[in-house]
DNA sequence: TATGATTACGAAACCGGTTTCGTAAATAAA
DNA sequence: TTTATTTACGAAACCGGTTTCGTAATCATA
């Protein structure tokens, strides 16, 4: 069948273009009678406006970009979810950019955003990023964004973040309760919101206990998984041996998982560890991995809520700018015996 | 910073739009001078060339549609990669739309479809899907797509499998030779095709090593969580219980360990689960998991290659219309003791 | 020198909706 | 009855690229 457009509806019901665009979008213009039989042929015929001559005219896409650097991740899955319950009411339509961690490539995705593909951004930045300029440039263009989870300082764009220095804190004075002493943290990046303010809480909570902080304890992971798990045996064999680990994102779970075992470590009795991950199976685990677990779907609805209200004009105050979800800690056997 | 086009650029070196247009896509009409002069202004005052304006003259969007019904599940996120991995390189983008495993959405995804936005679609179809006229309609309206691991038989689209059956078999024959006689099979619906052919190779095994199967032993789960716990702890609380679980799909993993913990029935020794996976933390479960995998990246890769091919509108051979990748059983703790 | 071919560019149609503006006819108000 | 207003619709501009077609100028060939 050859694709249905307004000049054809037109034709068959000897009315003009026009008034078949306004009858479809039941403008006050035209008679309640012509409206039912324009409707009533866009049916029969499977009308189906396009899209791109709208967005053209209207300047609108009703398309919003949602960047991140996986989508194997189950933050990110459900923050995924969370968007698009949002989105979807408000009739937009979710176009999911991966970076895998590459700042060139979000940079790059950015830019092609520029173009007016897209009405407004969601963005969770990539552990390689350490600055805002691919982001100001979108600003600049009138496009708005909210970043959410991993997000610049500097930057000056609206938020939604967790408590991540109070997670670093409270994942640490966990495993200080439990008995740790020697604690060692894994971050993703020395760039990384997030794996720097869960460092903080760290270093907070190490500093008020009394215990030092080795030098070697604070391991700065890849995105390279095989070489994690050498960095994670490394630090495991050292002669005076970390008895806890705080890992700051859900893909390092394995990792040390997988370290402790090849260097016949028992976890909780040996080494003690919590996790930052979103993984419903994390209670399955062997042993059942204690975890802080962040509101990844609260986040997703609330950022995209925030978009939205961008994306509306309406007014936003400065104090909303910013949102802080807080994350929780879910006890389980990796932290006690 | 007002948005650049290409009337701003023609005005600005007195050149016509046509050949700003055409020096831009690298015309053989243009002298090099121009496009070089074309270019670099260009590049100087950040011009974007409008996607919608493109794609409404000529009738490509280079958008690819991706219609599956989860995002937050190994397969489905692998996949993606795979997916993205082949149509970057093609310039497409994707274009993510989930079902949430319901019918109704996935027609109103495929309707959506017909308007044009997509070029391409490629789906995996929700588990309540049993009918095909949603895809009829889209091929009709020449927009070619591809189905990946979850198929309709009776459409004649072009489709990505992995050997169904045979993973079945082998699942099934696993548990008997490593002990099972009385094994249960945990499915997500009747009406998927993935469901069905794995429950096809678990009959056959079960038929061909003499082992009856109990009326209750074949359960359909949902997408309730919480009722798929119930219903395998009834499960194994019947007198004489299973002692194998063949779980056809990742989400079951949990409610298996679960129900089984619940029910004080450790696994392997009171009952052994293979489970059809692709969690890289499978290895780290309580007892590691024996799971089939399959190989989701090169299924998306395979899958966006057709695709690329049908949109390239090259001939395909009716016998590349079906691929068929075999999955792999990989033994683990949850099936020997 | 005359003719044909090539080069380099511009005018304008086009894609398919949306919106502005103008107007005939019907209705209401004076 | 005249004037003002409302109703219901159409013509055409518009969004921003792309493409066709026409043509003046230059170059090559006979």
Redesign the pocket.
């Known amino acids: 069948m050859k694709?249905?457009?307004?000049?054809a509806?037109?034709r068959e019901l000897?009315?003009?273009?026009?008034?078949?665009?306004?009858?479809?979008?039941d403008?006050?213009?035209?008679?309640?009678?012509?409206?039912q039989r324009v409707m009533q042929l866009a049916e029969k015929l499977n009308?189906?406006?396009?899209p791109?001559?709208?967005s053209?005219?209207?300047?609108k896409s009703r398309n919003i970009g949602v960047v991140i650097p996986e989508v194997a991740d189950s933050f990110f899955s459900l923050a995924i979810n969370g968007i698009e319950s949002i989105v979807k009411e408000k009739g937009y339509h979710v176009l999911i950019c991966l970076t895998h961690e590459d700042f060139e490539s979000e940079q790059a995705i950015l830019k092609e955003f520029q173009s007016?593909r897209v009405d407004g951004v969601l963005m969770s930045v990539s552990s390689e990023t350490d600055a805002g300029g691919h982001i100001h440039e979108l600003i600049e263009q009138d496009v708005p964004i909210v970043l959410f989870d991993r997000v610049l300082k500097e930057v000056p764009a609206a938020r939604v973040i967790t408590d991540d220095m109070e997670s670093g804190y409270k994942a640490t004075k966990h495993l200080i309760d439990n008995g740790c002493r020697r604690v060692a943290f894994l971050g993703l990046s020395k760039k990384l919101s997030i794996s720097n303010d869960r460092l903080k809480g760290y270093e907070k909570a190490m500093h008020e206990y009394g215990w030092r902080i080795g030098k070697k304890d604070v391991v700065t992971c890849t995105t390279d998984q095989q070489q994690n798990i050498r960095a994670v045996k490394k630090l495991l064999q050292q002669p005076n041996r970390p008895d806890g680990i705080v890992a700051s994102v859900e893909k390092l779970a394995p990792v040390v998982y997988q370290a402790c075992n090849e260097e016949s470590l028992r976890i909780p009795q040996d080494v003690k560890v919590v996790c930052f991950s979103n993984l419903e199976i994390a209670a399955m685990l062997h042993p059942s991995l204690t975890t802080i677990t962040q509101p990844a779907y609260e986040m997703g609805q609330k950022a995209a809520a925030m978009l939205m209200r961008l994306l509306d004009k309406k007014p936003v105050q400065t104090a909303d700018m910013e949102v802080i979800i807080p994350s929780k800690l879910v006890r389980r056997g990796s932290t006690s015996i």
Do not use: D, F
């Not at 403008?27 to 409206?35: F, N, R």
């Not at 009308?47 to 396009?50: G, H, L, R, S």
């Not at 053209?56 to 300047?59: I, N, P, Q, W």
């Open positions: 694709q249905m457009n307004i000049k509806l037109a000897n009315l003009s273009v026009s008034t078949i665009s306004k009858a479809l979008r403008s006050y213009e035209i008679s309640e009678s012509t409206k009308y189906k406006p396009n791109y001559a709208s053209l005219r209207g300047k007016g």
